[in-house]
């Protein structure tokens, strides 16, 4: 999992604003300042006493909720990391119940694509070589889209914790830190200043925490839970010493940074961390065992187009297989078989270079296990209707977390939130802040 977290410093998918390059983070300096306005921003949640089924079916009960409806917008934080996506919308319609025990919500996004599998491979029939598609528009020097991004459908709710984090009332998941000032990079000698591009998260004191709820395919979606997590100021300069670099405030439930480590890239440390959410499914192999070393699948399922691999599938018994060998002409080779990537288009773009789709078998690139512990405090069923996304969620009104890393929705006080999508994008998202949660009593 360490590779996870070294993963998660240099990108990340959270909320960002924008403002420019060198603007500085700090605590006194947030990054929007926005008047409160409710209106049309209320979602009201209804006391039931009869628990909604989490099936991504929409119950006749849910018709006693009323909707929220907003608009998320994908922003232009300045940095070039939405080029391409700056001013995309895309609607979101909430509703929400709670009981003795749980809140409920159901979202409700429309979507003409299902799409699950980020950055899949493909085998290129030129080069011979096997690649991932981008998860994100790439372009030209001048601007023009050369490939579409194929990343992956994702939902987001952020809440700020105890009141922690000022601003929230107003900025919601703009209220962290995100565009970075110019840092040292100790990675040449000598450092050298260098502008810092990435869209890492960190709140702006040591007491500021917000939590993170995330309906990630990649991590917890496929085994029935939204993935849990938590922006604080760990991993920020306060840790680090650096304001960009690998500053990232971002973890996941039930971890406890507890330092940086000594070398660049100055990564936070990690006090306990349990395996789980994802890996790539990713290796190097020679070409016919001697040759140029290539990237290819570590594991695929021959003749399947599943939009992603469970850990399961790896086990023995299970219907993965592991790559052993490649040629020169990209044939994969496993225990009892081959894949012959050039007999047919399988596994090859079709249609347009820069729109068309990408391989109708392409192998997933990552393998899934279970999001556990306070990772898992979300369920969750999702379910694509063929127009749209239909999200199923439920969560204990007060959780087990004693490390202050969850809302705590039991006083049944007003609390702000704000919302995110993602379509067919890793990071790319529509934003709608400054909404906010009322309970009916």
Request: with cysteine.
């Amino acid at each position: 999992m360490k590779l996870f977290q070294k993963k998660y410093i240099w990108v990340t998918a959270t909320i960002m604003l924008a403002i420019g390059y060198f603007v500085s983070c700090t605590k006194d300096d947030q990054v929007l300042d926005v008047p409160v306005a409710l209106n049309g921003t209320e979602l009201f949640s209804e006391k039931t006493a009869t628990a909604p089924t989490l099936d991504g079916n929409i119950d006749a009960m849910w018709a006693n909720a009323a909707k929220l409806s907003v608009s998320t917008v994908v922003p232009d934080p300045g940095n070039n990391m939405f080029t391409g996506y700056s001013g995309t919308a895309y609607p979101v319609t909430l509703r929400s119940m709670y009981d003795d025990q749980y809140i409920y919500f159901l979202a409700e996004v429309p979507d003409a694509e299902k799409n699950l599998k980020g950055a899949s491979w493909y085998f290129n029939p030129t080069t011979k070589l096997w690649a991932q598609e981008p998860s994100a528009k790439t372009f030209d020097a001048s601007g023009v889209l050369t490939r579409d991004g194929f990343g992956i459908d994702q939902f987001a709710m952020l809440w700020n914790i105890d009141n922690s984090t000022p601003k929230f009332a107003s900025q919601s998941c703009y209220a962290s830190c995100h565009i970075f000032t110019p840092y040292l990079d100790y990675s040449v000698a000598p450092p050298v200043m260098k502008a810092n591009t990435s869209g890492n998260h960190y709140t702006n004191g040591a007491s500021e925490k917000i939590d993170m709820w995330w309906a990630h395919p990649a991590r917890g979606l496929a085994f029935g839970n939204m993935d849990d997590e938590y922006q604080d100021w760990a991993g920020g300069p306060g840790v680090t010493n650096l304001v960009g670099g690998s500053g990232n405030g971002r973890h996941f439930d039930d971890l406890v940074v507890s330092g940086a480590s000594a070398t660049w890239p100055y990564a936070p440390t990690y006090t306990a961390d349990a395996t789980q959410g994802s890996a790539n499914n990713k290796q190097n192999l020679k070409l016919d065992g001697t040759g140029a070393t290539v990237s290819v699948p570590m594991w695929v399922i021959p003749n399947s187009a599943a939009d992603y691999l469970k850990v399961a599938d790896t086990l023995a018994g299970g219907a993965a297989v592991k790559i052993t060998a490649v040629s020169s002409l990209g044939v994969l080779t496993y225990a009892t078989g081959t894949i012959d990537p050039n007999t047919g288009t399988d596994y090859q773009r079709t249609g347009n270079a820069a729109t068309g789709p990408t391989a109708a078998k392409g192998f997933p690139s990552v393998i899934l296990s279970p999001v556990i512990n306070g990772r898992a405090d979300i369920s969750m069923t999702a379910v694509y209707t063929g127009t749209g996304w239909i999200y199923e969620y439920k969560r204990k009104l007060k959780t087990a977390d004693v490390l202050k890393q969850d809302i705590d929705f039991t006083s049944l006080q007003d609390q702000f939130f704000g919302v995110a999508y993602f379509n067919k994008s890793n990071y790319q998202h529509g934003i709608k802040p400054n909404l906010v949660l009322k309970f009916k009593k």
